[in-house]
Structures are given as C-alpha cells and as structure tokens.
C-alpha cells in the first residue's frame, strides 16, 4: 500500500472518529432533552390533576352551603313563616337568583374537573328526537312566559331516534337557548333539527339578540372566556358554558360551530352522528 493511500485511510478514519464523538454527544444531548421533556410532562400532569382535584374539591364544598339558601329563601318566599313586605320579598329573590346562579357555575367547575381528569360518563341509549324537545320546551316555558322573547322549537317530522347521551346532548341545547335567552331582549329564539345525509343531525339555536362581533368569534369556545360588552357586565356567568359545551360535543363524536352578526344575532349549532360511534362510547 503506497504511502499516499496510508495517509488517506488515517485521515478518514480520523474523520470517522471526529463523527463518532459527535454523534456520542449529540445522543446525550437526546437523552438529556427526552428526559426532560419526560420530567416537564410529569409535572404538567401532576398540576392538572391538583388543579382537577381542587376543582372537584371545591365544587362539593360550595354546593352544600348553595342549596341551603336555595331552600330556605324558597321557604321564606312561600311565606310559611308569616307575610313579607315588597322589600324583602325583593331581597329574597335577588338572593335565592344568586345563588342558582352559583349553583350553575360551581356545576360547570365539577364538569370541567371531571372532564380534565378523564372521569365524565357517557351513557348512550335510544331515545327519540320528539321527547328532547318536548323536555327541553317544558324546562324553559315558565322563563319565557313573562318574557317578549318568542322561544320557537321546530320539530322536525317523522319518528327520529338518536342513540347518544340525551343528557349530555341536553346540556349543550340548554346552554345554547339560555344563552341566546340572557342576550335576547325582543325577538324570537328558534330552536331546529335538522337530519343530514351522512347520518347526522345538526341542532341549531338561533337568535335574533344583539350578537357577537367577528373579533370574538375565535375565541368563543374556550375556557373561562366572556365576551367583553355591557350587558355581559351585567349577567354574570362561569365563562364555561361554551367550553363544556364543545368539550361534551366531541365526547359524543360532534362539532360546535357559531355564526353571529354584531346587532343581528346569532346561531349556535351542534353537529353529531345519529348513533354514537362505538370508539367514543367506549373510552367514556
């Protein structure tokens, strides 16, 4: 072998070396950031499951105290006790009114911990379309009554059924039309159905209330969000409505979806599949 090509082989293995000790090291720098990245997901996991435990913790603690007053201001309005002057039958309602209302942001706290913990139960059965409606009219007639709010529900025709979980898909409806209500002052809201050729069916609650500008739109779903308007100042509310309203939609295998015009309206849709997939029954 000629000394020139000694000399090229010594160079390459030198080379060759040079890779080696960079790619040991590039290893241990792998190694290293796996690791850490193993101890930040630790971490991260560890926190969601503090703050879902404090959630869950205090949403148990506050509801006792909450259905106390609920009661007792009920039995002081139904005047058991003797005759109330207008003033304190005010009083009375201002204070059983705010503690509903806590009551309904301490259950959307205990659903958002249940669904960040990986703990919410999806029961699907059969049930038909015609008996959600029925249920959901008879939940909001005695708020609409006094109201110059028309609450319009169009049923669609024929024998419909949905295997889902009618309770959770009621929660979504109910939190469409009470919204849609709180932001209504004249108008009608109009609750539809409509089955689609894929075998779905999309429930839309639409409005004819002051709406929502584009700018919030992004951002309507998530967690803890309030869109920042007068009249938001003054009807108060967990911000999580939408949020679990989403969250419980893709339980069940659908989408959310919102179109609004500021001063014209706006319309709340769910998206899902007529028949629960099998997939999202069983990772409930």
């Known amino acids: 072998m000629s000394a020139d090509m000694q000399a090229q082989l010594a160079a390459r293995d030198a080379e060759i070396g040079l890779l080696r000790e960079e790619l040991e090291e590039t290893n241990k ?29 205090m949403s148990h603690e506050f509801r006792t105290p909450l259905t106390s007053m609920t009661s007792i201001t009920g039995l002081l309005l139904s005047r058991m006790d003797g005759p109330l002057t207008s003033e304190q039958e005010k009083q009375l309602n201002f ?83 009470s919204n849609a209500l709180k932001f209504t002052t004249a108008g009608e809201v109009r609750i539809t159905a409509v089955v689609l050729p894929d075998e779905r069916v999309e429930f839309a609650v639409e409005d004819t209330g002051i709406g929502i500008s584009a700018e919030h739109l992004p951002n309507l779903f998530a967690d803890f969000v309030q869109v920042d308007i007068k009249l938001q100042k003054r009807l108060r509310g967990s911000g999580l409505g939408l949020s679990l309203a989403r969250k419980f939609a893709h339980l069940l295998g659908g989408e959310v979806d919102v179109r609004s015009e500021l001063g014209k309206g706006s319309r709340f849709s769910v998206t899902l599949p007529m028949r629960l997939p099998a997939a999202n029954e069983a990772s409930s």
């Open 29 to 57: 720098g792998v190694v290293a950031l796996y690791a850490e990245l193993d101890d930040k997901a630790t971490q991260l996991r560890e926190a969601t499951e503090l703050k879902s435990r404090f959630l869950s913790y």
């Open 95 to 177: 204070i059983r009114s705010s503690a509903r209302e806590l009551t309904d942001m301490v259950g959307d706290l205990l659903d958002l911990a249940k669904v960040e913990a990986g703990r919410i139960t999806i029961s699907a059965e059969w049930f038909e379309m015609v008996d959600l409606f029925s249920a959901l009219r008879g939940m909001f007639k005695p708020i609409v009554a006094s109201s110059s709010v028309s609450l319009v529900f169009d049923e669609p025709q024929g024998d419909i059924k949905l295997y889902t979980d009618d309770k959770k898909l009621s929660q979504i409806l109910r939190n469409f039309i």
